[in-house]
């Protein structure tokens, strides 16, 4: 979850530190390009493609890793 | 995924054909502001690309490779049996392009053409249906293949405007008894049909006040999760079909789609930079001619001079995928011109 977690980061441009479950998407650059990004990050992180239209209505990390049969939230 | 395996089937020739007009990102500055074609640029990797002229088809294209081709082959024109184009942009809706090509070409009434309407997987179920007609008896085909993505671009939609290029490419098989055997592998997903579309310049009706309706719809995340959940597994599938392993490969020749993708399926598969090629930078994504614009833009040298075992794989619009293994072939000639 660690990787995840500093992926996602990476992904939307903030500090690691700030990544938790009920981090909001919506106010961090969650576009298009992020959410391409993220179904790699997933694939590479836990061998599972998400569904892009999926994962462009997450507004919080959570909902993000509630897509994501092996990753448990926190 | 059909899978098939065809022998007597080998590539003497390639060449491709870019439109002379070279367009730079800072072309689309002032459309778009620095950060979007940063991040953009960033994830498709694509610095330049060329584009057609305004009066310039993707037939324009094919028809100065194919020229070249059988110029620099020798092939005499009532030598080829049959001529393929490959392409989402023809020159009109009747006759098929093919039929105008054989004209302009000079090619001989026995000669058959056809058009094939696929774009990014296109190149590969080309080569499946060269396989085809000549395991029925032809014995020199042209495949032409290639598109003028730009003029159905949106110019104001970032996530295409900045992606595609346009090319053209001709590519000469011949049957050959000693050629060893090629390994095919093919599907399709009409379920994701909607996925990159022009709704329009069909006889489906379309909203008349659309104003897009002749634009290109890419939903990009669907198709990237398709890409990454199909190609890896139709890669794996097509070595294992032709008993080689990835080492074994010296060229894998992917459709340049974007190069996050490309980069993405290399690290999935553990494919060395060596063998994984990525020119999308120089030219953008050219649909169909992607491939063939790989082998003549970047691996000269490797397939003209050295037995070279390659793997093709074209995957996009359809939803349509394909994979050709083809080992030890050796092309007489391949190059890029400019029109």
């Not at chain 2, 093919?98 to 070409?105: K, V, W």
Request: aromatic fraction near 8%; hydrophobic fraction near 40%.
């Amino acid at each position: 979850m660690q990787n995840f977690y500093a992926g996602l980061a990476e992904i939307l441009e903030v500090p690691v530190e700030q990544i938790t479950p009920s981090f909001s998407l919506s106010e961090h650059n969650w576009d298009s390009m992020a959410v391409i990004s993220c179904v790699a990050l997933i694939d590479e992180e836990f061998g599972h493609i998400v569904s892009g239209s999926e994962l462009v209505k997450c507004t919080s990390v959570a909902d993000i890793q509630k897509l994501i049969p092996t990753a448990t939230a926190g | 995924m059909s899978q098939c395996s065809v022998k007597g089937i080998t590539l003497r020739g390639v060449v491709c054909a870019l439109p002379q007009h070279r367009v730079e990102n800072d072309y689309f500055t002032g459309r778009f502001d620095e950060k979007t074609i940063k991040d953009v640029t960033e994830l498709t990797g694509v610095s330049t690309r060329y584009m057609a002229a305004p009066e310039q088809t993707a037939s324009d294209l094919c028809f100065a490779a194919a020229d070249r081709l059988l110029e620099d082959l020798n092939w005499p024109r009532e030598s080829v049996d049959a001529v393929i184009f490959v392409s989402q942009t023809p020159d009109q809706r009747m006759p098929a392009t093919a039929c105008i090509l054989h004209g302009r070409l000079g090619l001989a009434p026995h000669c058959q053409a056809f058009d094939v309407g696929l774009g990014c997987s296109g190149y590969v179920y080309g080569a499946w249906l060269v396989s085809a007609l000549m395991a029925i008896g032809l014995r020199r085909v042209l495949l032409l293949a290639g598109d003028t993505s730009s003029r159905m671009v949106d110019p104001n939609d970032r996530s295409t405007a900045l992606l595609f290029g346009d090319a053209g490419s001709a590519t000469a098989f011949e049957y050959d008894a000693n050629a060893p055997l090629c390994y095919f592998d093919l599907g399709t997903d009409g379920k994701g049909a909607n996925f990159l579309t022009v709704a329009g310049g069909g006889f489906r009706p379309v909203d008349p006040q659309a104003t897009d309706a002749n634009y290109l719809h890419m939903d990009g995340s669907s198709v990237f999760g398709f890409t990454i959940g199909t190609v890896p597994k139709l890669i794996k599938a097509t070595l294992e079909q032709a008993s080689t392993t990835k080492d074994q490969v010296d060229l894998f020749a992917l459709h340049q789609a974007n190069r996050f993708i490309l980069r993405h399926i290399g690290k999935k598969l553990s494919l060395t930079p060596e063998q994984l090629p990525i020119n999308i930078d120089q030219f953008g994504n050219t649909s169909s001619a992607s491939i063939p614009l790989l082998l003549c833009a970047d691996r000269v040298e490797q397939i003209t001079t050295t037995p070279t075992t390659m793997l093709m794989a074209g995957f996009g619009v359809g939803l349509s995928w394909g994979a050709a293994l083809f080992k030890d072939v050796q092309l007489q000639c391949a190059s890029v011109i400019t029109v």
